[in-house]
């Protein structure tokens, strides 16, 4: 399928009237038309001919699915579906992977844990997760982190502790792994801050909940 210079001038601008540049895409001409986000190739747009002049487009992302497809009665409401699929494609460039995050920090942590049993905590023990975490909250003092980061991880702390009371010593420990993971993650730390936070909290828990 090929387009007229006119219908591939009227994709070029459509592309330029929602903010991206048609250096940042790849158009290709063969059984169909696609047009290729170039950072990320699976982002297409396929444009179909049909028989009786009507099109067909195709195209991930969609707006509530990661791929989906609609046809098109004329070429004047190709650039209007082309228009909504950018702006998709925007939404989903400027989205940050939580998953791919969690994993990054959990990997730069170098963790490894020493509690695989599922025996809940005895009282002595809990009162040394406390006695852990108390100086695990003054120990953050020195690194610098803004007054409500401090008091959002002291806060997160808090919690965590608590559930120490009901958890298994396996789940609480992946709890509060967790934890340490979102507090990095949601607070936006630094790379050097979230590695100064594992310091201090390796350096407070050997021995009793993570080693590394």
């Known amino acids: ?21 048609p250096n940042q895409f790849i158009l290709r001409e063969r059984i169909d038309v696609s047009l290729i986000y170039k950072a990320e190739q699976r982002y ?10 009507s099109y067909n487009v195709n195209f991930s992302p969609a707006e509530k699915y990661y791929n989906d497809e609609f046809r098109l009665f004329n070429w004047y409401q190709v650039p209007i579906a082309l228009g909504n699929w950018i702006s998709y494609v925007k939404r989903e460039a400027q989205e940050e992977d939580k998953w791919e995050q ?5 990997q730069e942590a170098h963790l490894s844990v020493i509690y695989d049993d599922n025996r809940k905590f005895t009282v002595q023990e809990y009162v040394l997760l406390e006695k852990k975490i108390i100086e695990l909250k003054a120990s953050i003092l020195t690194l610098e982190f803004l007054p409500k980061q401090i008091d959002a991880i002291n806060s997160k702390l808090d919690q ?3 559930l120490a009371i009901d958890l298994n010593k ?17 607070l936006g730390l630094t790379p050097s801050n979230a590695h100064a936070l594992w310091l201090l909290i390796k350096n407070a828990f050997n021995g009793v909940i993570l080693l590394g």
């Open 102 to 106: 969690m994993e990054t920090v959990i």
């Open 170 to 186: 396996f789940d609480w420990q992946s709890l509060f792994v967790g934890t340490i993971v979102n507090i990095i993650i949601q």
């Open 1 to 21: 399928m090929q387009l007229l210079k006119s219908q591939k001038n009227k994709l070029f601008d459509t592309i330029i009237s929602k903010g991206l540049s």
């Open 44 to 53: 297409k747009f396929d444009i179909s001919q049909l028989s009786d002049n």
């Open 160 to 162: 965590v502790l608590k």
